[in-house]
T-cell receptor, first 114, second 108 residues
Framework: DTAVSQTPKYLVTQMGNDKSIKCEQN?????MYWYKQDSKKFLKIMFS???????INETVPNRFSPKSPDKAHLNLHINSLELGDSAVYFC?????????????FGQGTRLTVV | EDQVTQSPEALRLQEGESSSLNCSYT??????LFWYRQDPGKGPEFLFT???AGEEKEKERLKATLTKKESFLHITAPKPEDSATYLC?????????FGPGTRLSVLP
């Protein structure tokens, strides 16, 4: 059973398009995250949701908007895609709120903007 | 400036050759230091959490230790399947920052 699943695994799209990445976790965790891993492999947190409430927004462009219909799902919508948005995006979840607990990651979505 | 660094950037070992990876941090109010393993094309996999200086955790051939300024991930008698990128992450205040990782290759 997949604990944290993301779709799609690969996404190739043109500049200016709008796209979404979906994430679901079946671990019963209260907190979910979106991370971005760039070409240099740096992993940076973008958003964190605790039980449908946004608790962190690491000043990412407002073209990125997380949406959480329930605590098992956290989707990422990206408007007006730019070349610099190309990266691997990871969804993760953790059992507790805050930055003191381990996170479980999905397999990642490789986004390529052309 | 708060930051997390890891060394070396890459490490090649022969099977059975023990070594250590380093994670250094300069943050205030450490809440926890985390070690993850990441295989190519996959998401990071949680290994350990360390909360206070002097704490140690072990899992199979891996042992993580923590001081006030750094953490070490000791790998004893590594096997080729231990090849991966090892990431450390630091939680402090409301922040959570990953280091750049150490890419470990274990040759048979």
């Amino acid at each position: 059973d997949t604990a944290v699943s993301q779709t799609p695994k690969y996404l190739v799209t043109q500049m200016g398009n709008d796209k979404s990445i979906k994430c679901e976790q079946n671990l019963g965790h209260d907190t979910m995250y979106w991370y971005k891993q760039d070409s240099k492999k740096f992993l940076k947190i973008m958003f964190s949701y605790n039980n449908k409430e946004l608790i962190i927004n690491e000043t990412v462009p407002n073209r990125f908007s997380p949406k959480s219909p329930d605590k098992a799902h956290l989707n990422l919508h990206i408007n007006s895609l730019e070349l610099g948005d190309s990266a691997v995006y990871f969804c993760a979840s953790s059992p507790h709120r805050g930055m003191g607990t381990e996170a479980f990651f999905g397999q990642g979505t490789r986004l390529t903007v052309v | 400036e708060d930051q997390v660094t890891q060394s070396p950037e890459a490490l090649r070992l022969q099977e059975g050759e023990s070594s250590s990876l380093n994670c250094s941090y300069t943050v205030s109010g450490l809440r926890g230091l985390f070690w993850y393993r990441q295989d190519p094309g996959k998401g990071p996999e949680f290994l350990f959490t360390l909360y206070s200086a002097g704490e140690e955790k072990e899992k199979e051939r891996l042992k993580a230790t923590l001081t006030k300024k750094e953490s070490f991930l000791h790998i004893t008698a590594p096997k080729p399947e231990d090849s991966a990128t090892y990431l450390c992450a630091v939680g402090y205040g409301q922040n959570f920052v990953f280091g750049p990782g150490t890419r470990l290759s274990v040759l048979p």
